[in-house]
């Protein structure tokens, strides 16, 4: 058997969505873009929704929006996808790292506490001729679809005067004490990836109650062209960050099966956990009370660290089981380390879970018998250690 890392949850009411749209004259621009926004404003609560061709693109826009630019410093973690991380470097602002909560992977909020007090001991070694200025924001992520301690963040935040971006991309539909995750903070930014809990192929959408800052973010994602600027007039430095109407139709016709997707993500997670739960070497995910409701992106399991990962991962992968190591260090990248100077031991805690952590096969379509197969793969892959 060969199961598949991830799987988009695709139904012929989808194709024939994308269908409808090729045969208008609008693949761009059209009808289909405020109505996919106007459904993700329902399906929040939030007041405005700017869709956009990635979820790096929101993000980008809304460091723009907050109006964050060189040498401004933003409290974030590295234990993330780097998009969470760029979005900031694409305007010279300086990431200010702290480490994780263990149980979670989420940002640790004693450690933002901390840095709120003593912002130059988690300053980077270095930021490429960059001068660190005046801390304008906080950018939590909501890590495998579990959201933030956000209450808390939010709280620091209006004590501080900070904005906050809420890197939602992993957990559309999640709650955290009831509330919709991405609806905390000045914007909130889900992703439409085909791992993701829904798609659009290429996808993201921001959402804010903020009008002022919808008007500009609408703006510059297409090109800057502000309302009432005419064709070929463009009042800021934008971008073409546009989600075309096939996109546009696709994720209209995901988000009405959202709920129903996410419940099928859910029975597959539990599937595992009853399984994975019983073996002493592997720590299934942990939810935390506070989350009324997971939205499950990826299951990511944490080994011994006594196992060799590497070998473990060979076993699986010869047994048709792909598994992917979640997350690679941002703060260890490659690019990271030549400008800020980052080493390794700076943040232990997401080292930690960062060369223990696996994700193994996971999608809404996942049947119990392709889980009982991921499983037995481990047992064995763990027996033969
Ligand atoms: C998926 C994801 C993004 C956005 O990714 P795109 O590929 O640009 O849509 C951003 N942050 C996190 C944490 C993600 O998982």
Same mark, same amino acid.
């Not at 933002?112 to 304008?136: E, F």
């Given at each position: ?67 964050? +630019?060189? #040498?401004?410093? *933003? /409290? @974030? ?5 780097? %998009?969470?991380?760029? =979005? &900031? ?111 659009? +192929?290429? #996808?993201?959408? *921001? /959402? @804010? ?5 919808? %008007?500009?973010?609408? =703006? &510059? ?165």
């Amino acid at each position: 058997m060969k199961i598949p890392m991830s799987s988009p949850d695709l139904t012929d009411a989808d194709r024939q969505a994308v269908m409808e749209v090729l045969a208008t004259p609008h693949l761009s621009l059209g009808p289909k873009l405020p109505a996919f926004e106007q459904a993700v404003c329902q399906y929040t609560g939030a007041k405005h929704a700017i869709a956009v061709n990635s979820g790096t693109a929101g993000l980008h826009l809304c460091v723009r929006a907050a109006g964050i +630019g060189a #040498g401004d410093l *933003v /409290i @974030t973690s590295p234990f993330s996808f780097v %998009a969470s991380t760029n =979005a &900031l470097l694409f305007e010279n602002a300086i990431p200010v790292f702290v480490d994780i909560d263990p149980k979670t992977g989420n940002i640790d909020v004693e450690q933002v506490k901390d840095a709120l007090l003593h912002i130059s001991k988690y300053l980077p070694r270095q930021s490429a001729g960059v001068k660190p200025k005046a801390l304008k924001a906080i950018l939590p992520i909501d890590v495998f679809g579990q959201p933030a301690a956000m209450d808390k963040i939010m709280t620091l935040a209006q004590e501080h005067g900070l904005k906050v971006i809420e890197d939602s991309c992993e957990a559309l539909g999640a709650t955290y004490k009831g509330k919709q995750a991405g609806t905390f903070g000045d914007y909130g930014v889900f992703a439409f990836y085909p791992n993701k809990q829904m798609t659009t +192929g290429e #996808g993201g959408i *921001v /959402i @804010t109650n903020d009008e002022q800052a919808a %008007a500009f973010m609408r =703006a &510059l994602r297409n090109q800057g062209r502000a309302p009432g600027d005419t064709w070929l007039s463009h009042t800021y430095l934008g971008y073409n960050y546009r989600l075309d109407e096939l996109s546009c139709a696709l994720g209209i016709s995901q988000l009405k099966r959202l709920d129903e997707m996410l419940a099928k993500r859910e029975q597959v997670a539990a599937w595992y956990s009853e399984r994975l739960s019983e073996l002493p070497e592997i720590e299934p995910p942990f939810i935390a009370p506070e989350t009324t409701r997971m939205s499950w992106f990826v299951y990511v399991i944490r080994l011994d660290s006594k196992i060799d990962r590497a070998e473990f991962a060979r076993r699986l992968e010869e047994r048709g089981v792909p598994v992917r190591p979640y997350f690679l260090p941002i703060h260890l990248q490659p690019y990271m380390v030549e400008r800020f100077g980052w080493k390794e031991g700076d943040f232990p805690v997401t080292e930690d879970l960062g060369r223990r952590g696996l994700a193994v096969p996971f999608s809404g379509v996942m049947t119990e018998e392709q889980v009982e197969y991921v499983c037995q793969a481990i047992r064995t892959a763990l027996h033969t250690a």
